[in-house]
């Protein structure tokens, strides 16, 4: 059974990034389950604009200092690319591509 001291378990699907001049902010967010994502990425993978606002709630707040946050991405991404040598690739949905200009070269 879970203490009050226990640390939160948050599980989130979306994620706002902010940086400053002392850190790195992540504002984590899970989208609501009874909206139906997929329609909006659907319309935008066609490349329509939909302008709809997926409605989320704000599950917690990191912050992190400007090297802290460098140090986590570098460890992430080799964490990452370990499992996708050994399980296989990890695939982006195509709006999420789109949307962050993510391109090969990010991943290399």
């Given at each position: ?42 319309a935008e993978a066609q490349g329509v604009q939909t ?7 704000l599950r917690g707040i990191v912050r992190l200092s ?43």
């Amino acid at each position: 059974m879970a203490d009050a001291h226990d640390p939160p378990d948050i599980y989130a699907d979306q994620v706002a990034l902010m940086t400053t001049e002392w850190g790195v902010i992540l504002s984590l967010y899970a989208i609501l389950p009874h909206v139906p994502v997929e329609i909006h990425d659907a319309a935008e993978a066609q490349g329509v604009q939909t302008n709809v606002r997926v409605p989320t709630e704000l599950r917690g707040i990191v912050r992190l200092s400007h090297g802290h946050a460098k140090t986590l991405s570098i460890l992430l991404k080799r964490m990452l690319k370990t499992y996708e040598e050994q399980i296989g690739e990890i695939p982006i949905p195509a709006p999420v591509i789109a949307r962050h200009n993510i391109t090969p070269e990010d991943w290399a």
